[in-house]
């Protein structure tokens, strides 16, 4: 089975502090993503990778950047954390090509920033 | 452009009732359309795909899903809810032809089900 993993499940931190969210996935997979989760607006694409230090902007980058050294592992970084960037946190992954909305996720992280 | 409209924020049914989680879509090409679930503090999990093949989709759990091209729905049944199926329903369409893209997975803003005893 794929497995997605997000090595923080709850954090808490203070705003203007710098934030690690880190997904790794065991599958081989090109595609990575990072979600945010809110409620009553669903899931909303921070960032996207389609190749190992490949990124695509999604619907709400600001405040946030993205790391793909190696091809399993997909950081997502809040250069100074703020209020409002409280939420949960989804990575997932696919393969290029095949079934473009068919993700893996991981369990989440869910960030509160203080 | 494409999007995905979920009906219902939330849906509550009594335990072995029929649930009915309805999700209308919009398109310019073929589209793929998925439901996904979320159990409280989980990431999220396939339960079925389309992707142009049989009209009628099953997936796990015993749910299912119609495509219905004229109505441009994709409703999610199951003919008798149980206590865990409660948890949030995601409906989702993909119509990214060829290359990978992943501002062209769009999804819908959840239906939170509920069972009752």
């Known amino acids: 089975d794929v497995k997605v993993t997000q090595s923080s499940r709850y954090l808490v931190k203070r705003t203007g502090e710098k934030v690690f969210l880190e997904c790794v996935q065991d599958?081989?997979?090109?595609?990575m993503f990072w979600y945010r989760q809110d409620p009553g607006l669903g899931l909303r694409l921070i960032y996207f990778?389609?190749?190992?230090?490949?990124?695509e902007k999604g619907d709400i980058p600001e405040g946030y950047s993205v790391s793909r050294e190696k091809k399993e592992r997909f950081s997502l970084i809040l250069e100074s954390a703020s209020t409002n960037q409280t939420s949960m946190y989804l990575c997932?992954?696919?393969?290029?090509?095949?079934?473009?909305?068919?993700?893996?996720f991981g369990e989440g992280s869910r960030l509160t920033v203080l | 452009a494409q999007s995905v409209t979920q009906l219902d924020s939330h849906v509550s049914v009594s335990e072995g009732t029929p649930v009915l989680l309805r999700c209308n879509y919009s398109?310019?090409?073929?589209?793929?359309l998925f439901w996904y679930v979320q159990h409280p503090n989980k990431g999220l999990q396939l339960l079925l795909k389309?992707?142009?093949?049989?009209?009628l989709v099953k997936g796990i759990n015993g749910f299912e899903a119609e495509f219905k091209k004229s109505e441009t729905s994709f409703h999610l049944t199951k003919p008798s809810a149980h206590m865990s199926d409660a948890a949030e329903y995601f409906c989702?369409?993909?119509?990214?032809?060829?290359?990978?893209?992943?501002?062209?997975?769009?999804f819908g803003s959840g239906t939170r089900l509920s069972i009752r005893p």
């Open positions: 997932a992954s696919t393969l290029k090509f095949l079934n473009t909305g068919e993700l893996f």
């Open positions: 599958m081989d997979h090109e595609n």
């Open positions: 990778s389609y190749d190992v230090k490949m990124k």
């Open positions: 398109s310019s090409y073929s589209p793929s």
């Open positions: 389309y992707t142009s093949a049989a009209t």
């Open positions: 989702v369409v993909s119509d990214a032809p060829g290359y990978s893209s992943a501002s062209k997975i769009i």
